[in-house]
């Protein structure tokens, strides 16, 4: 599969069904090659490099459940847990 295959997926949250963002970017092991995490561009923290706000969430790769032809479902716990990954 492509990146850009997964960059068209909507990313879900098994745990209550909201709609997390789309790929932004990944985290990749550079030894192994193997992808280490999913990353979500949102609202919130991070200032952007035009100053608006973004928060970013990093998901491991651990935490996807299925990718599917439309969406990857993914579980977060809670909206706390959430906030811990966030850079």
């Given amino acids: 599969m492509k990146i ?7 990313i879900v949250n098994m745990e209550n069904g909201k709609r997390l963002g789309q790929l932004t970017d990944i985290e990749i092991d550079l ?21 608006k706000e973004v928060e970013e969430i990093i998901i491991p790769w651990k935490n996807i459940i299925r990718i599917g032809s439309d969406v990857i479902l993914v579980e977060l716990q809670s909206k706390f847990n959430m906030q811990q990954q966030v850079k």
């Fill in 4 to 10: 850009s295959e997964l960059q068209a997926k909507d």
């Fill in 31 to 51: 030894q192994s090659g193997q992808i280490k995490a999913l990353v979500i561009s949102g609202t919130g923290r991070v200032m952007s490099m035009f100053g």
